[in-house]
């Protein structure tokens, strides 16, 4: 379970204060996928970031008593002066999990050949993306943390690999995205919630929760 109590977040832009919560409740149980409608602007990184607890609140508790994932694409943890066989295995460690199973995973999802026995650093942004990407499916969360839905690379099998990946993945874990556009939502969540002006309003229904973000948009 992930659960928001009181909630709230705020920064100082240099000429107001941006409210990214205020005083918001919620909770995600493990079995039921949570998509959240928020327009561009609105604190849609900071409140992913919340969840897995890389951004402090300013006021209330988060609670969490299940396995989260970093966001899908962040690269903390990895160093770049390793390789991506390196960092698969020291990640897999901090983890508990098996270093060779995690190496060999994350080598067969980015296919970058002898890459991934070289510096991270020396990769193209896509390469990158691509190991990171691979190593959160690799890990096994509980839940999963998506920040407008899943990057699409250049590379065509790479997409077809990770999708298929993901969805089946999927089948036994619980994703939160944070978008704003309703569809990337409706094909991963059974439940909604909109973010606007620091509130997050709960719809029992995806239609619901469209209509309302469409009318309000």
Known sequence: MLEFDNVSKSF???TRRKVILDRASFRVELGNSLGILAPNGTGKTTLINMMCGLEKPDEGTIRRT??????????????????????????????????????AFTRWLTDIDEYFDRPVGTYSAGMRQRFTFALL??????????????????DVEFNRKAGAVLYDRLKTA????????????????????????????????????????????
């Open 12 to 14: 100082w832009t240099g």
């Open 66 to 103: 299940c396995r989260i994932s970093f966001p899908l694409g962040f690269m903390g943890g990895v160093v770049t002066k390793h390789s991506a066989n390196e960092n698969a295995r020291y990640i897999a460690r901090i983890y508990g999990l098996d270093p060779d199973y995690v190496s």
């Open 137 to 154: 499916l690799a890990l096994e969360f509980d839940i999963y943390l998506i920040d407008e839905g899943m990057p699409q690379t250049t």
């Open 174 to 217: 619980t994703v939160v995205i944070v978008s704003h556009q309703p569809a990337t939502i409706e094909k991963f969540c059974r439940s909604a919630a909109i973010l606007r002006d620091g509130r997050l309003y709960s719809f029992e229904s995806l239609a619901e929760a469209k209509q309302y973000y469409d009318y309000t948009a």
